[in-house]
């Protein structure tokens, strides 16, 4: 009896909630997915942003159809290269990146200032759990909607194009590169913003944080000398456009060129090092 008595203990779960009771994982990720889906401004504010992105898109085409009415056909055959950047153009997915880095923060800094993170802490003692679990739903919701943008800009791009016999296949060179590219940028920028809402717990400085950190900071920094380069480069918004230009940089250009292997590189490195420096802070703070 004293045997069985002593290992009786050794066998009772480990206390991951308030009762005592282990939740799973997966339970996190629905209730993250609950108090995602039930902000009502959110589907409305991610659908704009897919229609204003794809927008963008079609006007972008449009104006280069309208050169290509004008140019002489030894011209337009060079511009095939060029005619894929009219899919992604720069202001429109500039703002998806604002979008969703917001998003991404206000998932965090919502609860702190509700107050509502007390509550989930004390239902989940397993804090950096709920942390990945934000950031499973995150990086989940904003790869569809990355990827609906991507599909949707090139094939609204190249129906506009089309009409001046100026469509690019999807199995051009470089196509597959720029859409995977654009659809994993929402994701990318949503687990940053997430990460910093972590960090910082401030909607205010949290958002300013994400916009400089995602938009601004890269223009402090030019491709003229090697250091400022490789600063500039570490950017998302740099790789991003790394990514989806269509060319290769010119041999006699003044400043230094990122690669696309580096670009890459910087898509896996800035949300992971996001989250994992999310993990380990929330672990070590209070409330």
Known sequence: MSTLASAAPAAAPAADTADGTRTRFGDLVAAEWIKTRSLRSTPWLLAFTVLFVIGCAALAALADASNLAHMDPGRRATMSDFLVFDAYPPPAYMTLMLVAGSLGAISVVSEYSSGLIATTTVAVPARGSVVLAKAVVMAVLWTVVGTVTAIGSFAVAQAVLHGQHAGV?????????????????????????????????????????SAVTLLMLPLFFSTSRRWSADINHAMV???????????????????????????????????????????VFVRRRDV
């Open 169 to 209: 296949p999807f199995t051009h060179p470089g196509v597959l590169r720029a859409m995977v590219a654009s659809a994993l940028l929402a994701p990318v920028c949503a687990l940053i913003g997430l990460g910093l809402g972590v960090l910082i717990r401030h909607s205010a400085a949290t958002m300013v944080t």
């Open 237 to 279: 918004s740099t790789a991003w456009k790394r990514l989806v230009q269509n060319w290769e940089p010119q041999a006699h250009s003044l400043g230094f060129d990122a690669t696309v292997g580096g670009s890459w590189t910087v898509y896996v490195l800035w949300p992971l090092v996001a989250i994992v420096l999310a993990v």
